[in-house]
């Protein structure tokens, strides 16, 4: 029997025959027909990890071991594979249907699977909670918002273990302070050069392995829990997803992972220098080599979707594992502008009352019919904007922001009322005792 064969009856339940798929709220194998529990066992017991001086050599062999069949999409080059028994009609991640098989797939073996714990519904349902959490997305979206069709699918990654160690050089300041030449106290850095070695041990850093889904929007849903939740790869965990094939080789995406430990490396020589006694820390030069690098592949779950408004495309992703969304959606012009004009309002307002303060009452009186006066416009533009883009919710949001801005700036106007009174008050008396309030209070013996 090949492998292929022997992969095929793995993959079907022993007492009906039914295809055997992963249960992502039960976290088990069971028949998809007869609904019995069922054990699959992978090929190996544990999820290894290999020395990153051997990649070349492990990248020459197949890449797909376990009769999956590997596809390619015309339209957006993304490589995609699936069990034997597995069909595919649209390209998973862009919806097109010119799909055609592969002969032959070498590359780096798939080790290990982060499987779903996330289903399609709890997937859309966690989609919804979060579009609706969006202040500035359209009422209509919140209300109505297109679903799309949502895709499970297992996306590439590569892990690095890495053991680094870096010498760097920089300078350390220690700052004093010092009277200058005026008679002012100034402060000033005196900077001493240093030098040291830090060391850094990183596990399990995660790169996205695919082209097609890199970008901010995978970034967001991440981490995985590829350290504690990693199972060792079994092709039935693809049964009803698709599984895309790595695009970004490991070679690559090692050089992401040493911007993140060039970054983190960086870091821990500053935290080295001030701990050294200086208040201050630039690194003006570093050197990393590693003592050891070790990597693995493997797949982690996503749900992702996308959907059209106002004659555009948005995508969203949801982690398959703990439902972490990530989003693009649009945005309402008309709650954009009535933020604009409300603060506009608020600001110019208070700011009139402000000044108007340290005149007189009858200038403040002024100031508050004239801010009253320009407030009626924007507020009647405002309510024009809410009544045609926001729902009720939102006017009962903009209603107490608006109360909450009139009472600022009601109580900037009354304690700039208060100093301005104060201040005549304070005048008058030193006008009719023809001393200054300070020396007044001296021969008082207040001071």
């Known amino acids: 029997m090949t492998t292929s064969e022997q992969t095929n009856a793995a993959l079907r339940c022993p007492t009906c025959g039914g295809n055997i798929v992963f249960d992502p709220e039960a976290q088990q194998f069971r028949c998809a027909s007869c ?15 290999y020395d990153f001086t051997e990649y070349r050599e492990r990248e020459g062999h197949r890449m797909l071991e376990n009769g ?27 919806g097109s249907p010119q799909i055609k098989p592969e002969e032959e797939h070498n590359g780096i073996p798939v080790e290990g699977v982060v499987p779903f714990a996330i289903d399609r519904y709890e997937a859309q349902k966690r989609f919804g909670q979060w579009i609706r959490k969006r202040w500035f997305a359209p009422a209509s979206l919140k209300r109505t918002f297109a679903e799309g069709e949502l895709v499970g699918m297992y996306v590439p990654f590569w892990t690095y273990d890495a053991d680094a160690v870096t010498q760097y050089c920089g300078r350390g300041g220690r700052t004093y302070t010092r009277r200058g030449r005026d008679g002012k106290t100034e402060t000033y850095t005196q900077w001493y050069p240093v030098s040291g070695v830090v060391r850094g041990y990183y596990n399990d850093i995660q790169v996205c392995a ?19 939740n990693t199972n060792p790869y079994h092709p039935q965990y693809l049964a009803g997803y698709q599984a895309e094939c790595y695009t970004i080789d490991g070679i690559q995406g090692f ?59 948005y995508h969203y992703m949801i982690n398959g594992e703990n439902g972490k969304v990530s989003a693009q959606y649009p ?9 604009i004009l409300l603060a506009l309002a608020v600001f110019f307002g208070g700011l009139m009352l402000l000044e108007s303060g340290y005149h007189s009452f009858p200038i403040t009186v002024t100031a508050t019919m004239i801010t009253a006066t320009l407030a009626v416009p924007v507020m009647t533009m405002a309510m024009i904007v809410v009544t045609i883009t926001v729902d009720m919710t939102t006017v009962m949001i903009l209603a107490v922001v608006g109360i909450a801005g009139t009472a600022v700036v009601m109580i900037t106007a009354t304690t700039a009322e208060i100093l301005t009174t104060a201040a005549t008050i304070t005048a008058t008396i030193g006008a009719a005792t023809g001393k200054p309030p300070r020396e007044r209070e001296m021969n008082n013996g207040t001071f």
Request: glycine residues 10%; aromatic residues 8%.
């Open 35 to 49: 609904g019995s529990i069922q054990k699959v066992t992978p090929g190996k017991d544990t999820v290894e990890e």
């Open 68 to 94: 999956e069949t590997a596809l390619r999409c015309d339209v957006c080059g993304a490589e995609f594979f699936q069990p034997a028994e597995g069909t595919a009609t649209v390209c998973p991640m862009c």
């Open 210 to 228: 695919s082209k097609t889904a890199s970008g901010n929007l995978i970034q967001k849903v991440l981490p995985y829990n590829t350290i504690g």
């Open 255 to 313: 050089k992401v992972a040493e911007s993140y430990i060039d970054r983190d490396q960086r870091s821990r020589a500053e935290s080295d220098i001030r701990g050294h006694g200086y208040s201050q820390a630039q690194v003006t030069g570093m050197n990393t080599h590693y003592d050891i690098v070790r990597y693995k592949q493997v797949l982690v779950p996503l749900w992702k979707a996308r959907y059209g408004y106002a004659g555009k495309t």
């Open 331 to 339: 945005k309402s012009v008309g709650k954009i502008i009535l933020v």
